[in-house]
């Protein structure tokens, strides 16, 4: 075939079908490294504040996303205590069966963030949750988290 002529058809070229195995590893990334080493360590959130757009990033990154300040040297502790920004009810599991108990799933805004976590809610009825309330994380205790999301129990009302 020469250099000029265009193929039509991509089955006129030789080709295999098959499989490919692939394996990868997930990597939280330098700012995500340091926020869970924190809350297995610490049992606290990690933010990042870029004090040139006064933004507080949680979870943190390694530079401003609006003005790409580095901020890899402005990781800040933000506590364990924040609001539900909004929420959901949870009824079914993923295969569609119903779940024993209700679970409730919310967006907590960490205080004097702009940032914040998703996960469960507990120690409250679906029906006495509102947006706007004040909750705070329960953690796992020291020895038995990992660094992972899951260290994380629920957010309780305060
Ligand atoms: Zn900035």
Redesign the pocket.
Known sequence: MAITERLQNTTEVSYWTGEIPLEYIYTYGRAGEKYFRNLKDKGTFLGAK?D??D?VYVPPRIY??????RLEDKYVDVGTIGTVHTFTVLYKNLDGTEKEKPVIMAMVRLDGTDGGVVHYLGEVEPSQVEIGMQVKAVLKPKKDRKGIITDIKYFKPL
């Not at 401003?64 to 300040?69: A, L, M, S």
């Open positions: 870029c040139k757009c933004i401003c996303e609006k003005c790409f300040q």
